[in-house]
Every structure is written in structure tokens, then in C-alpha cells.
């Protein structure tokens, strides 16, 4: 079960949605590669910590992601979890820092914020049987901890101009800026730099197509703006860590791979 619903009025700069999931399985176990989307995410686990594979890191229930330029992989240990899809802004005005401290990035809410306060958000979401009166209590944590900011205009230019796969000398001529200013002002808000925005961009919009649909790798490829098939792949490999095909066999949801030794072989 999943349930997701558009932020509180006053957190809509910072948060995109809020989301709780419960998994068909919660017996199911195993690894699987966590693919980048651009975005930073809130977590609180009701059962399990988060336990990442290959640094064998176990963080707490609630944990901060950053932005992550390639995919990264978890012990899949199924829990009841809510949380949050961050916007760029967010980071300064949840937690007073900027978004390139938190690239490839993964911290305990306890690092950020006091750990009494964080443990008894969790104890309070977990004692609440009803979802919708979960993310209330979650939400109102945030709007009690948030610091509004003012986020520059040309942040959401950059953004919906990039987004569009336009080039980068493009942008900045557009801007009206230097090259240096314009780079260093979108990586101190995104958290990288405008090309590989633009690549995990991109990548995302193919696997949410492939995800959803039959259509073919060659197809996906050009309306994606990659120059042809085995450029999508070479993108693939780096960043999702899979091949398309591996992905297309094997993908439990649009950012969700599950680590199979067979097919890690063939990667």
C-alpha cells in the first residue's frame, strides 16, 4: 500500500509530496540498487534501520538521503516507512546547510537535529495506526523545525531550462551571467553541477518510460536526447549500475533493481 499527498502550504518550496508505503512482503529480504533521481529524501523506518551494502553502514530509522549522482545499494530489510521528496532549497531551510555537503550522501536525522526529538518522532509515527494521521505528525515536525528562505529566481529558470535537455552554453548565454557564476550557484543549491543534473535527469525520464511501457531501447534512447542506443547504455551502466536490458528483467519499480547475482553477471 502506498499512499502520497502534496505538502502542507508552507513547506511547497522546499517539499515536493509526502509518501507512506507499507510492502506487500514485510518477511521479504535481500539487496537492491537504489537508482538517483535528481532529488534529496526524508525517511523514517517503522521496523527495520536503513542498512547500506557496500560501505556496511547501518544508520538509524531516520535518515536524510542527498542528492546521489550514481545508484547506491541497500540491505532490502522490508519496513512500514514514511517520508518526504525534498526540493533543492530544503537542506537550508530544514537544516542550515547547503545541498553540495550532502552529495552521495547519507545521514541520521540524529546528526541534524537533536536525537530526543528524532527518536520520539519515530516512537509517535510508530504508535499511530492510521497513515494520513502519520504524515501529520511528520509534517508538522518539519513546519515546527522549518526556517523559510528566499530561493533566487534564476534557481527555477535553471532548473525548467535544463530540464528541457538544453545545452549548457545555452543556459548560461540565457541567464544573462558568467559561466563560473551560473555553475557554482546551481551546484551550491543542487548539490552537482549543471551537466550532471542533466544526466540523472535524463536517465530518470527513461526509466520512468521503461518502467511503465514496452517501447524500445533505440525509442527511449532518442526522445531522451541520447545520441543513440549505446550511448543510453553506457549512461545506464555508469549511473544505474545495470544494463537497460538487466533493468527491463529485473526493476521492482522505476528506481528499485534488485541485486541478483545472475544478473550482476552479465553487467
Known amino acids: 500500500m502506498t499512499l502520497k499527498r502534496p505538502a502542507h502550504p508552507l513547506l511547497q518550496p ?5 509518501w507512506y508505503h507499507v510492502p506487500r512482503n514485510l518477511a ?3 539487496v537492491e ?13 517503522e521496523h527495520q534501520p536503513l542498512e547500506l551494502y557496500e560501505s556496511s553502514l547501518t544508520l538509524g530509522r531516520a535518515n536524510l538521503s542527498g542528492i546521489h549522482t550514481r545508484y547506491y545499494a541497500k540491505i532490502n530489510r522490508p519496513s512500514a516507512c514514511l517520508g518526504c ?5 530544503s537542506t537550508r531551510a530544514l537544516f542550515g546547510i547547503p545541498a553540495d555537503q550532502l552529495v552521495n550522501c547519507h545521514l541520521s536525522l540524529a546528526e541534524l537535529w537533536p536525537r530526543s526529538e528524532v527518536d520520539g518522532i519515530v516512537d509517535r509515527v510508530i504508535a499511530t495506526p492510521n497513515p494520513n494521521q502519520k504524515l501529520d505528525i511528520f509534517e508538522s515536525f518539519l513546519l515546527d523545525r522549518l526556517r523559510p528562505i528566499e530561493i533566487p529566481e534564476l534557481l527555477a529558470f535553471s532548473l525548467g ?9 545555452a543556459w548560461i548565454a540565457k541567464s544573462g551571467y558568467s559561466h563560473r ?3 557554482e550557484l546551481f551546484r551550491q543549491w543542487m548539490g ?6 542533466q ?7 527513461v526509466t520512468n518510460k521503461a518502467w511503465s511501457s514496452n517501447r524500445a531501447w533505440s525509442d527511449l534512447a532518442l526522445d531522451a536526447g541520447f545520441s543513440d542506443q549505446a550511448h543510453l547504455t553506457r549512461e545506464f551502466r555508469e549511473i544505474a549500475g545495470v544494463s537497460p536490458s538487466t533493468f527491463r528483467k529485473y526493476a521492482s519499480a522505476a528506481r528499485h533493481v534488485p541485486f541478483l547475482h545472475e544478473a550482476n553477471r552479465k553487467i
Request: charged residues 15%; proline residues 8%; glycine residues 6%.
Open 192 to 197: 552537482v553541477t549543471p551537466k550532471m543534473w
Open 85 to 89: 521528496q525534498l526540493r533543492p532549497a
Open 14 to 18: 522546499y517539499v515536493v509530496q509526502f
Open 199 to 205: 544526466r540523472i535527469h535524463r536517465l530518470n525520464r
Open 161 to 169: 531550462f535544463l530540464a528541457q535537455g538544453q545545452p549548457i552554453q
Open 181 to 183: 557564476y551560473m555553475k
Open 28 to 30: 521479504a529480504a535481500g
Open 33 to 45: 540498487y537504489i537508482l538517483p533521481d535528481g532529488t534529496m529524501h526524508i525517511t523514517l523506518r
